[in-house]
């Protein structure tokens, strides 16, 4: 079970940082992502981090969000920084045991999703 924390109502420019807690499984056996689903539109890749550690990002994403690993706490994170209003959605962890390099940005290919977390970033 993955458990997505940390969203909220923030202005543009601002920071956030979301966490995926897992349970029942261990993040570092498994390829950690995160997606996002604004309204009307279809759940796109924002990141991912493998098992690895190699990490993924969406064009959109590059340079301002940071997705990192704490194997202690078995919880991933998104840094996420110079918010924009087009940020604006409900971000899903997910996670993958078995996902292949060219199949890290679809969302089919992951198995295991949290409930999401609401970010709404005002201009």
């Known amino acids: 079970q993955l458990q997505a924390s940390g969203g909220g109502l923030v202005q543009a420019g601002d920071s956030l940082r979301l966490s995926c807690t897992a349970s029942?499984?261990?993040?570092?056996?498994?390829?950690m992502a995160w997606f996002r689903q604004a309204p009307g539109k279809e759940r796109e890749f924002v990141s991912c981090i493998t098992r690895s550690r190699s990490t993924y990002y969406t064009d959109s994403a590059k340079g301002r969000f940071t997705i990192s690993r704490d194997n202690a706490k078995n919880t991933v994170y998104l840094q996420m920084n110079g918010l924009k209003p087009e940020d604006t959605a409900v971000y899903y962890c997910?996670?993958?045991?078995?996902?292949?390099?060219?199949?890290?940005?679809?969302?089919?290919?992951?198995?295991?999703w949290g409930q999401g977390t609401q970010v709404t970033v005002s201009s």
């Open positions: 997910a996670a993958s045991a078995r996902v292949i390099l060219s199949s890290l940005r679809l969302k089919d290919a992951y198995d295991n």
């Open positions: 029942g499984r261990t993040v570092s056996n498994h390829a």
